[in-house]
T-cell receptor
């Protein structure tokens, strides 16, 4: 079945540091790929997505490129801020219509210190 | 934007009682909603897919008689945890699809259930 593997956490960075969070996936067909973010005390929010190979999703300074050859969707940001502290989930959708199910990675906690 | 609410945000109940959690799409109609369970410091596990006007589709290993799902309208789905036990304590999250973007789910803020 489909699966998503995220790098182990937690991750602690200083403000303005470069961020990379690794994500690889296993899926049949051509899934859509997502990054969701969960801020403390809040629900999950869609951060960015990519629906086909070589697409780059971007939002709030974060980027991720859909790499089919390496089955990866790594999240990057050039300069993190304290406000980026949250839990980040990589996910995929089989994209099979109205009942598309999301498969999530385990999530990784990012803490950014001033 | 698409907003999904949940009620209550937290609930504490005694073992053996039933608890109902509501999930509402506030500014759109959701023909499909999903229910997830999240354990501390772990990922979201899909419990069931709820389609308006039809029976929910449960994931393998999820007891349908334990977790009753009703999707009676295009803006409301409910999850009832029947005869709750301490092991049912968890964070329950719903999501909804906003047409026509079938691959994007909008999540509610979650409900923290504690069973004593």
């Amino acid at each position: 079945g489909d699966s998503v593997t995220q790098m182990e956490g937690p991750v602690t960075l200083s403000e303005e540091a470069f961020l990379t969070i690794n994500c690889t996936y296993t899926a049949t067909g051509y899934p859509s790929l997502f990054w969701y973010v969960q801020y403390p005390g809040e629900g999950l929010q869609l951060l960015l997505k990519a629906t086909k190979a070589d697409d780059k999703g971007s939002n709030k300074g974060f980027e991720a490129t859909y790499r089919k050859e390496t089955t990866s969707f790594h999240l990057e940001k050039g300069s993190v801020q304290v406000s980026d502290s949250a839990v980040y989930f990589c996910a995929l959708s089989g994209n099979t219509g109205a009942n598309s199910k999301l498969t999530f990675g385990k999530g990784i906690t990012l803490s950014v210190r001033p | 934007g698409a907003v999904v609410s949940q009620h209550p945000s937290w609930v504490i109940c005694k073992s053996g009682t039933s608890v109902k959690i509501e999930c509402r799409s506030l500014d759109f109609q959701a023909t499909t909603m999903f229910w997830y369970r999240q354990f501390p410091k772990q990922s979201l596990m899909l419990m069931a897919t709820s389609n308006e006007g039809s029976k929910a589709t449960y994931e393998q290993g999820v007891e349908k008689d334990k977790f009753l799902i009703n999707h009676a309208s295009l803006t409301l789905s409910t999850l009832t945890v029947t005869s709750a036990h301490p092991e049912d304590s968890s964070f329950y999250i719903c999501s909804a699809i906003l047409l026509p973007a079938l691959d994007t789910q909008y999540f509610g803020p979650g409900t923290r259930l504690t069973v004593l």
